[in-house]
């Protein structure tokens, strides 16, 4: 079985060490006609959204709500970076698979978003 282009290029650029990989992975996530699924939405903000259909803001619910976008063919409709909230990083799909591998066998490249805590970031 053939694997898709975008797939093989993200196994190719997850084995790289993070120095080499950046530039790479900020190409292939600003790669014409790509974009960028902005998930990480924090509990409170889930819970306004979650709130407005009648649905308890608990950690199982945001669970089945994140699985809808991150097991949906994503990566065929264009995606190729996924930013999510920390939370996301420890669930899973019902079947057992993490959200983090859901994107990446779609190619699509998971990240987190860093706002919480601000860190000087060398040579800058």
Not at 40 to 66: C, F, H, M, P, W
Not at 99 to 118: A, M, S, T, W, Y
């Amino acid at each position: 079985q053939s694997v898709p282009a975008s797939k093989q290029a993200l196994r190719a650029i997850m084995a790289l060490p993070d120095n080499a990989s950046l530039a790479i992975v900020a190409a292939a996530l600003a790669a014409p006609g790509k974009g960028l699924l902005a998930s990480d939405e924090s509990v409170g903000t889930i819970g306004k959204r979650l709130q407005k259909v009648g649905l308890t803001n608990d950690e199982q619910t945001r669970r089945a709500y994140r699985e809808l976008y991150y097991t949906a063919p994503i990566g065929e409709a264009g995606i190729s970076g996924a930013i999510m909230f920390k939370e996301t990083l420890r669930q899973s799909a019902a079947d057992g698979t993490p959200f983090v591998e859901c994107l990446r066998r779609q190619g699509v490249i998971p990240g987190i978003k860093v706002d919480e805590v601000c860190s000087k970031i060398p040579c800058t």
